[in-house]
């Protein structure tokens, strides 16, 4: 579903890449999860994947269309493909919970449909609200004021959001950074539950190695970026020399 090949970006000319000769791949419905200390280059890799930086050599594909150089209308369509999970959540406190989760829906609405859902959303419209946020667990928070969730509830709405979507590919960069244990647990379980029900991709960076093996099917270790090990996640990472090569992680 995404398919990366020999992705190398560069910020400024002359200075070294933050990202070199990358290749990477996740299939639909896998779990796929990116580790590495700071500045080794993962959310250099997810702006790389959304089009946010541009990419000097390689290749970017998202279900088998290669969006490396998008520009324009084109890179607006490609956009709606990837769902994006940020750190801090990216919700817009002064709106509902339903108005943040249907945001989702934008790329495929008309901007009057857009503007007519915040004033009067249809029945419809709420019932497809309701149900992404039952299906992340907050659905009684429907109608409530965004800035008046939790953390991790906030979480839950933005993954609801996500849902709303329906993209092909999900990017989730450090989505447990700023909520405490336990409910980083239940966070990336539900986010790789869902991956896998709907048949999404998914791409998540992660600080802890253990949460790595405990939800993902596969990790990737990242390293002045490069790939410097990968494998499955319930054995031990084979340093990228190790790799067959006939083994596309
Ligand atoms: P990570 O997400 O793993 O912490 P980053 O992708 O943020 O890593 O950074 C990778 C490298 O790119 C680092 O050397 C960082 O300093 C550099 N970098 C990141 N963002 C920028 C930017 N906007 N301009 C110049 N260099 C950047």
């Known amino acids: 579903m ?31 999860a990116l580790v590495g200390p700071s500045g080794s ?5 997810f702006r790389a994947i959304s089009g946010f ?4 050599a390689g290749r970017i594909v998202i279900a088998g269309t290669d969006i490396t150089r ?26 509902r919970v339903y108005q943040n989760v249907m945001a989702g829906a934008l790329g495929r ?14 029945r419809a419209e709420m019932e497809e609200a309701r149900s992404a946020l039952q299906r992340v667990g907050v659905a009684e928070k429907l109608r409530s004021r965004t800035s008046e969730l ?8 933005a993954i609801a959001r996500t849902l709303v979507q329906q993209p092909v590919v999900m990017l989730a960069d450090e989505p447990i950074a700023s909520l405490d244990p336990d409910l980083a647990q239940h966070i990336l379980s539900l986010l790789c539950q869902l991956a896998g029900e ?7 960076s992660l600080h802890q190695h253990e949460q790595a093996e405990r939800h ?34």
């Open 53 to 56: 930086v541009p990419v000097e």
């Open 198 to 204: 709907t048949r999404t991709a998914l791409l998540c």
């Open 109 to 122: 609405w008309s901007t009057p449909r857009a503007l007519r859902f915040l004033f009067v959303p249809s």
């Open 70 to 95: 998008a520009r324009g209308r084109h890179l607006r369509a490609m956009r709606r493909g990837i769902g994006v999970i940020a750190q801090q959540h990216d919700l817009v406190d002064r709106m």
């Open 2 to 32: 995404l398919s990366i090949e020999g992705l190398t970006v560069r910020y400024r000319k002359g200075t070294p890449p933050a990202l070199h000769e990358l290749s990477l791949s996740v299939a639909a419905g896998e779990r796929v």
């Open 216 to 249: 993902f099917d596969r990790i990737v270790r990242l390293q002045d970026g490069t790939i410097v090990a990968r494998g499955d996640a319930d054995a031990p990472l084979a340093t990228v020399s190790q790799v067959p090569s006939a083994c596309s992680a």
């Open 41 to 45: 280059g993962k959310t250099t890799l």
């Open 150 to 157: 939790s953390g991790g509830q906030q979480q839950r709405v």
